[in-house]
Each structure stands twice: as C-alpha cells, then as structure tokens.
C-alpha cells in the first residue's frame, strides 16, 4: 500500500477492524516492524518525484541509486548496506588485536602490580588503555541517554586516565597486600612521572586513542546493526507521536499524571530543570482542557473518566511537541457523548500547532466529519483514497459505497437502500486471488478473480439444493479447472444443463460468473474459469484513486458462455 | 480505592517530590486497607509483637543469651526466677527465647531480602530480554528448584563447616531466589505486551528504562507480598539449619534452643517448656508472616487472587 501524507492535513484510514489499519499506523511510527518497504519523512516535493519515478523502474542502476539516495536521508526504516571501507577495517584489526593484547597481558600486569606497583611502566600503560576502553563504549551509546554534560565528563576522564591510573595500581597494591600505612597520593601520582614521563605519555596516547577508537567502531557497528533505529531514530520519535485507542490500558496505573505526561520530557532530554517541567506539563493538561491542571496534575488513572483519560493520553502525546500524530481510533472506547469534545480538542490544536493527523477509524461518518483526505483500506490494501468529498461523495468502490451506505442517517425519511457485504470477512493469510474483495463485492463480475474452489463450491452447494441433480462430484483439478464428473446424465446433457445454469442464474449466484468456458473432456467436463488479475490502485480523477476493476473497466463484458 | 483525597500541589514539582506524593499516596491507600483487612491485621500484631520483643531483648530478657544465672545450676526445673528453667550451661532459657526472637527475625527478613533481589532481578531480565537469554536462566533455574534446597543448604552449610549468621542468611538467601524469579518473570511477560509499555517506547525510552519505570512498578506489589511469605519461609529454613547443628554455637535462635532441649531429652525430664515455647514461637511467628504475606496479596493484587 501506498499513503503519501501532507504536511498539516488529516488524513483518514477507514477500514473494518481487522484490516491492518492499526498495523499500518505502527509500521510508521516504527512500533512494530514493517515487512518491507519504506517509511519516508519530511520529504519535500521534488524528492517524492524522484522516489516516485525511480520506483517504476527497479531494474535501472542509476534509479536504484536515486532510490537510496531517498531513503538515506528520508527513511526510518533505512539501514546502510555499505562495504566497509579500508580505514574501518584498520580500526576494526587494531580492535582485535588490542583486545587480544590486553587479554593475555593483563594478568602478568596484575602480577606485577602486586608485587612492586612501579617497577616497570606497563601496569600503568595497560590501565590508561583498559580506562580508555570503557569511557570510549560509554561514549558510543545513543545520544538521548547520554546529555553533552556526561561526554564532556567522559572526555576529561580519558584525559585525566594517566592521574587516575597510577593511583588505581597504587590502591591495587595496596589491597592485595593488605598494606594499610598512609601514603602521599600527591607523590603516589608523581612518582610515576618522575621515573618514566616516556611511558605516561604513550599512556595517555594509548587511553586517548583506546577511547575514541572504541567510541566510534561502537557507534558504527551500532548503526551498521540497527539502522537509524538505534541513532536518529529517538529524535525522529519525538516528532512522531501516537494517540493510542485505549485510555484505559495505555496509561501506567502506577504513574500519576505527571509522571505521565513529564516522562517524555525527562526521557529525551528537552526541559532542563522542574521549572520547566512543571510548566510544560501545566501547559499541555491546559491545552487538552483539563482545567485547573492543579486539580489533575497528582491523579492516578483510574481516578480520572474515560475522556479525562484520553485527554491525559493526548497531553502526554502532544508534551513533546511533535509535528505528525497518528490517532488509532482515539474515541472508539469513549462514550459517544464525549467523542465531539475529544475531536474538538484534537481539531483544535490542529489548528493551534499546525498537526498533521492520520486518523485511523472503522467510522466513516467520522471520517466524514473531521478528514480532509480518506483512504478506504480492506484486507491490508486500500480500495480508495480522495478527498473527503470525492470518496463520501461520489464512492467509486463496491466496499466504499456499502460502507458508506450503512451509515445511520439521523433523518428517519432520508432512505437509503442498504448494502449489507454477504460473509465473513476473509483470512488475512489467505487472501483471496484476484480484487481481494470479489467474495463478498454484490457488483463482482467475470474478471474479478474467481478461484476454481469458489467456483466449485457454488455449484456443490447448487447441487444440494437440487439444481443440478443430474452432475457428479465436482472437483478442483491442478490446472485450475473445475472438473465435474458425470452422475446420472450422459455428459453433452450435463453441457446443456450447465449452460442454462449460467445463463439464468449467474446473476443470483456470482460466482458462476467465473465460469469461462464449459466443455466436455473424456467423460467429464471441465470449467474452465476467466483470466484475472489484482486491480492496481488507478488515479481516476485528479487526486481520486481507485482500485476496482468496475472503473477501470468500462462496462461488464457480456456472456461468453460457448458450449 | 478512591478513598484517598486527591492531592493539589501547585509551584514547581520535581522528579523527586512527585514520586515522593504518587509513593505516598500509595502508602497511604494500602494502609488503610491493611487497617480495615482483619487478616491483614492478625498478622500485622503478631509482627508487631515479635518486633518489638526483638527490639526490647535487652530490656526485656533478665539475663544475656550466653550468661549463666547465678547460683543456678545446670538443668534445673522451672522456678520464679528463671520460669522455663535453664539450660545445660546452666543459661536462662526464658532470655534466650527473647533473645532468639531477634536472630529469627533478622535471618528471614535478611535473607528474604537477599532471595528477593536475586529473583527479582533474574526474573525481570529473564521476563524482558526473552530470547536465548531467558532460555538459559530459565533452564539454569529448573536446575536449581530441582535441587532439593534443604539438602544444598545443609552441603553448603556443612562444607562450610558452621555458619556465621552472614553465611546462614547468604546460604538460606542463594538458595531460594528461584520461586521469586520465576514468580517475576511470568508477571513481567505479561507486563510487557500492556500497552502502556508501547507507549513508553513511543516517547522514545530505552528498553531500561522501561524495565525499571514501568515493569518493576507494576510487579512491585506482587514481588513485595511474595517477599513477605519468603521471609517466613526463611525462618523455617534458619530453624532448620539451627536444629541441624550447622550455624555458629553463639547464635542463640529458637531453632537451637529446640536443638539443645532435644540433645538432653527435656521432655523426659520434665522441662517440656524448653522444647515447646521456641516451637510456639515460630509456629506464630511464622504464622503471623503467613496471615500478613496472603492478605497484603490479596490487597495488592485483587485482580490476580480473583482469577
């Protein structure tokens, strides 16, 4: 499926549930892992263009390239597939090596310092490397856990690794021994300097270079392994928020709502002390209309109705100050009274802060209300996509006009001929061929994608009901015909009976329509069923996509049943 | 619930002094519970009881665990002075069931508490990570609540030759951390598919902090009231060790006490005192952990006792 989403507008997902709508809100927000794909971000006009274009030719090299291009500066779901270039796998050697070095050396330095701490420079050497080591893999995590402050921290203890080493082989010594005099740590620290300043100094080399060597294979490796996820993906987080669909369950029992709603801003970093905080917190539980934030601030959960809960999962939503919100049926527990306050508030700080929703919702009378663009999604594919006024107004697709049909209309003399989907909804594994919705479409025709067990069963089922007493069993051959063998009439009368079947009652029961061509073959005959294919999602009218064969197509093709 | 006035702060709030009110809030709602739960509060005075009996030994008891009474000798009977009568030493054994009191006390909540943070921190990284990991702590887990736990502590213990009371808290605590870590780990796999943990990777939290700001929250309760029932577990075990002749001959605990009234057949001759009162002692002792464990369970956790 393919949503491309505009700054500043609301954009609906309408489907029954089941259908992946919720799926495909995770998938952007990267909470579950998309299949396959790309999620792509800000990404201005012309750049979508050339994404676009690139697409339709996959085989091309140079598209290829464009594409990456895209999706390096714009995905989320990105992850550098590069070779590793020679200085990386020089780094990466001295790595290994440095390691191994440090593993069998490392125990004849202890001895040593257990028995003289200063008698030869490498205990020393070896614990300004083992300290540059550790401080360069404290400086390689993601940058929201670690503030400025902290590797500032981290670069001055690598530095000062040759004052702290002495003075830990010295400490080392000392417990080892079970040496309890008092010492001068000023002279502990000086002594090593004023016997081999030559050492101190390749100390200091090693524990600098150990430090940022170790810092930045970490942090290569990391986005080697994680993509952006790990790296650039907590900033993108912050822009991207989700209002979840049940107040009651996503908000942590045990957190007051201040916890609730600061806890985005301690995590990442933003406010710089309580005062801000506080007021940042107030701000949002205002601006969500929970008025005084006083009365609120120290609430548990189930202290609070419904609506104040999700108005509380708003604010915590909207603390960070994100630029894209995916609202997963936001008002579909709630109460229906309390559903227009919800919107309003939503709609309302769209307006203030410039949001960019995508509104997932089963309701399409909501959809009506508040989207300014709807996509119409069944089975993990969206059927239609237009404007408000183009789907609602002038539906295109059989789902979309049955939807749309069973809306309630609060006028009791404004009738509307319902159309109620026969069936249940299929298995997502097993999606049916052909348009997906032909087994439940009351319009599906010919080329719809009639498989030969639908086919078959239709007629097993004619069969019962006495329609078509005279045929045998009717089974599903590996070509993908039906076969039906011979009963108690001879087979050229079977032919005959069979072809009256579709000609009268094709209409009644749809899938007959599949029905391409009836013939008798060594004492059975063989359906054979027509040609289909997926429809493709067509751009129908500027902006207005469709995918259904019924618009494409001009009109249904006639009976081509030849005996 | 819903009994507690609900807090309005004004001015400035910070990290530490909202927990502090969501803490205290908490606290006060579950004692008020505690307050109106007459299981919870048979066991809370029997607690009480034995706490401050341990807290006042030295007041209480009128002679020392280890000091002879004077112009007393060895195992004579019951009399005004020494009511259960003294030992082979010729000790109060009155004082010493008082003084007991504080070794029991300190053993189980000591190695309750060490079993506690071992299962919990097994159970929460087992529950959380998954994966090969958890496989692998389970599996080493299995082994140990397979190893009959008595039969370990009694082959540390005697390996070990006798126990200092930091090693017979450390032996009873590393031995029996494997029901906590499998109690932690089954709540949080349930924990982490509930949608508040979604929302906390939404805003961008690491996998820790999760770990620690949304998961341990919400097993707390549970991992407090399995606590409270280790710990009388853990008094049973320390009596045991006692009885057994593996701990320390200066650590006077009621198991001892029992220990020493079987080694000279006190019922035989007629000091039925010196067997009976320590066994009395932890049987309520124990019990009082018991009413207090369940009912604080049942408080802290409704929605569980009720599946």
Known sequence: ?563 | MGTVEVVKVGGVISPFRARAIVVGRRMQDIGLQVFHNKTAMAGLIILIFFTVLAVAAPLIAPYGPLSAVPDVGPLTLPAPGHPFGTNQFGYDIYSQVIWGTQISLLVGVLAAAVASVIGTAVGLVSGFVGGWIDEVIMRFNDVVLSIPWLVLMIVIAARLNYLDLVGIILVIGLTGWSVTARVVRSQVLSLKERMFVERGRMIGSSNTHILLRHIFPNAFPLIFANTILTVAVSILSESVLAFLNLSVKSNVSWGRIIAEAYQHDALTIGMAEWLIVPGLCIVFLVFGFYLFGYALDEILNPRLRRR
Not at chain 1, 13 to 36: H, N, Q, R, Y
Not at chain 1, 363 to 376: E, F, G, K, M
Request: charged share 25%; net charge negative.
């Open chain 1, 1 to 563: 499926m393919d949503l491309d989403i505009r700054r500043g507008e609301v954009f609906c997902l309408v489907g029954e549930s089941g259908c992946g709508k919720t799926s495909t809100g995770k998938a952007i927000l990267k909470l579950v892992e998309a299949t396959d794909g790309d999620i792509l971000l800000e990404m201005p006009q012309e750049d979508a263009r050339t994404y676009d274009e690139a697409r339709t030719r996959p085989d091309d090299p140079r598209s290829r390239e464009a594409l990456d291009g895209v999706r390096r500066k714009y995905s989320v779901t990105w992850k550098e597939n590069l070779p590793w270039a020679a200085g990386q796998i020089l780094i990466f050697v001295l790595a290994i090596l440095a390691a191994t070095f440090l593993a069998i050396f490392v125990p004849s330095l202890a001895l040593g310092v257990l028995r003289d701490p200063f008698a030869s420079p490498w205990p020393i050497i070896g614990f300004c490397l083992s300290i540059g080591l550790i401080l360069g893999s404290v400086g390689s995590l993601p940058p929201t856990r670690i503030s400025r402050r902290t590797r500032v921290i981290v670069a001055l203890l690598t530095l000062g690794s040759v004052v702290i080493a002495p003075v830990a082989v010295l400490f080392i010594h000392r417990a080892l021994t079970g040496d309890t005099s008092r010492f001068e740590v000023g002279a502990a620290m000086a002594s090593p300097w004023a016997e081999d300043p030559a050492a101190m100094i390749l100390g200091l080399g090693l524990a600098v270079s150990a430090a940022g060597g170790a810092c930045a294979l970490l942090l290569d490796w990391r986005e080697r392994s994680e993509g952006l996820t790990g790296i650039r993906m907590r900033s993108i987080r912050r822009r991207l928020q989700l209002i979840f669909q049940d107040p009651y369950e996503s908000l942590n029992p045990k957190q007051s709502v201040y916890e609730i709603i600061s806890e985005p801003l301690a995590v990442n970093r933003i406010s710089r002390n309580p005062e801000e905080t506080s007021a940042s917190v107030r701000e949002a539980l205002s601006d969500v209309g929970l008025r005084p934030p006083e009365e609120f601030i120290f609430r548990f959960p189930h202290e609070l109705s419904g609506g104040q809960r999700q108005r509380v999962s708003i604010a915590a939503a909207l603390v960070l100050q994100p630029d894209f919100i995916v609202a997963d049926e936001p008002v579909s527990m709630l109460d229906v009274s309390i559903r227009t306050e919800i919107l309003d508030v939503m709609m309302e700080l769209r307006s203030r802060r410039d949001l960019t929703y995508l509104f997932i919702t089963h309701d399409l009378s909501l959809a009506w209300v508040i989207a300014d663009r709807i996509a119409v999604m069944y089975l993990g594919k969206i059927v239609e996509l237009g404007t408000t006024e183009q789907v609602i107004g002038h539906p295109m697709h059989p789902y979309t006009k049955a939807l749309i049909s069973v809306v309630p209309s609060p006028d009791p003399r404004h009738k509307v001929e319902r159309i109620i989907l026969k069936g249940e909804r299929p298995d997502p594994v097993d999606i049916p061929s052909g348009c997906r919705f032909h087994p439940r479409c009351p319009l599906a025709f010919e080329r719809c994608g009639w498989a030969a067990e639908e086919v078959a069963d239709q007629l097993r089922s004619l069969k019962a009901d006495g329609l078509l007493a005279g045929a045998g069993d009717f089974e599903v051959s590996e070509a993908g015909t039906v076969r039906v063998s011979v009963g108690s009439l001879s087979a050229d009368a079977l032919v005959m009976e069979l072809n009256a079947l579709l000609s009268e009652r094709r209409d009644a029961y749809l899938p007959l329509k599949g029905i391409a061509e009836v013939r008798a073959a060594n004492g059975a005959i063989e359906l054979s069923l027509h040609e289909s294919s997926e429809p493709p999602l067509l751009e129908i009218e500027p902006g207005n996509f469709v995918a259904c064969h019924l618009v494409t197509q001009p009109a249904p093709i006639g009976p081509s049943v030849t005996a």
